[in-house]
């Protein structure tokens, strides 16, 4: 059976500290991996991954995958208390295009 | 642990077909949501829900309305099926206050031909 399992699922640090978070899977037929943070209202994507190895970065995030490990991780350097969210990996699938979803992280940056 | 229910797995509509995608939740949570997945393109708000016959359009509201008329409930409703509203449809719910977790149902895909 499909499955997406994120760590840690809490992590508490402070503002400065650099974080990383964990996705590992195992997906019949992959496609992409995509990462959203998620706070108050809806999940706001981040990265979409589709190739091993080729890290993406927006500001202070970045991201990589390693296919043949089936996980990605996502960093977050000069953590930000707007930083605190919950961060959500997901897999999509070639076959039936389904996208399942992680049980999130939970990143709390105190000031 | 909190379950998010849509009722159908599988759907397959004619265009032009009034279309109903139902889904429950059984944790009384205040907001819940609707999305559409599609290869490539993520996940993409199409209405959410904070209050029982309370709404607001997300990202791409065109062809899509929403009913809530019990908390527990959100419909997604697509008055006139085309094909470019083929893909895979994701609701969702989450609690009010500090926690902000997203809880996602399994999915419908819904295919218009």
């Known amino acids: 059976e499909d499955k997406v399992v994120q760590s840690p699922l809490s992590l508490v640090v402070h503002e400065g500290d650099t974080v990383t978070l964990n996705c590992s899977y195992e997906v019949t037929n992959f496609r992409s991996l995509l990462w959203y943070k998620q706070e108050k209202k809806a999940p706001t994507f981040l990265f979409m991954l589709?190739?091993?190895?080729i890290e993406k970065k927006s500001g202070r995030l970045s991201s990589i995958l390693d296919k043949k490990e089936l996980f990605s991780i996502l960093n977050i350097t000069a953590t930000q208390t707007g930083d605190s969210a919950i961060y959500l990996c997901?897999?999509?699938?070639?076959?039936?295009?389904?996208?399942?979803f992680g049980a999130g992280t939970r990143l709390t940056v105190k000031p | 642990d909190v379950k998010v229910t849509q009722s159908s797995r599988y759907l397959v509509k004619r265009t032009g077909e009034k279309v109903f995608l139902e889904c429950v939740q059984d944790?009384?949570?205040?907001?819940m949501f609707w999305y559409r997945q599609d290869p490539g393109l993520g996940l993409r708000l199409i209405y959410f829900s904070y209050d029982v016959k309370m709404k607001e359009k997300g990202d791409i509201p065109e062809g899509y309305s929403v009913s809530r008329e019990k908390k527990e409930r959100f419909s997604l409703i697509l008055e006139s099926a085309s094909t470019n509203q083929t893909s895979m449809y994701l609701c969702a719910s989450m609690g009010s206050g500090a926690k902000y977790s997203l809880h996602f149902g399994n999915g419908t895909r819904l295919t218009v031909t």
């Open positions: 997901a897999v999509e699938a070639l076959n039936n295009n389904d996208m399942r």
């Open positions: 944790m009384d949570h205040e907001n």
């Open positions: 589709t190739s091993s190895g």
